[in-house]
Nanobody, 115 residues
Framework: QVQLVESGGGLVQPGGSLRLSCVAS????????MGWYRQAPGKQRELAAT???????NYADSMKGRFTISRDNAKNTVFLQMNSLKPEDTAVYYC?????????WGQGTQVTVSL
C-alpha cells in the first residue's frame, strides 16, 4: 500500500512563498501521475497541479504563474513551489498519487496566508 507524507506547510504573509514536499513509499512513484489538491474550510477539494511521469504539468487557472509542481523520481518526491501567496490560498494541501491500480492520498498539510 502506497503511503504519502506531506511537509512544508505553515503560516506565511501575503506575497510570501512556501515549498511543499510529498514523499511516497514503494516503487510505483516513477510511473504515477502526482498531484497537489487543496481544500479550504467550507469548500470542496480542488485541483492545484498535476505532473505526469514524464514531467508534463497541468495547473488550475488560479495558480498558473504562481505555483510550480516538480518531481524527483530518484527520491520518490513531488514538490509544489508556491509564490506570491494570497489569503485565498489558505487551505489544507493534499498530495495524490494515481496509477491504473492506485489512488492514494496524504494526510494533508496546512497552509495559512495571513498578516
Amino acid at each position: 500500500q502506497v503511503q504519502l507524507v506531506e511537509s512544508g506547510g505553515g503560516l506565511v504573509q501575503p506575497g510570501g512563498s512556501l515549498r511543499l514536499s510529498c514523499v511516497a513509499s514503494g516503487s510505483i512513484f516513477r510511473i504515477a501521475v502526482m498531484g497537489w489538491y487543496r481544500q479550504a474550510p467550507g469548500k470542496q477539494r480542488e485541483l492545484a497541479a498535476t505532473i505526469t511521469s514524464n514531467g508534463r504539468t497541468n495547473y488550475a487557472d488560479s495558480m498558473k504563474g504562481r505555483f510550480t509542481i516538480s518531481r524527483d523520481n530518484a527520491k520518490n518526491t513531488v514538490f509544489l513551489q508556491m509564490n506570491s501567496l494570497k489569503p485565498e490560498d489558505t487551505a489544507v494541501y493534499y498530495c495524490n498519487l494515481r496509477t491504473l491500480g492506485n489512488d492514494a492520498w496524504g494526510q494533508g498539510t496546512q497552509v495559512t496566508v495571513s498578516l
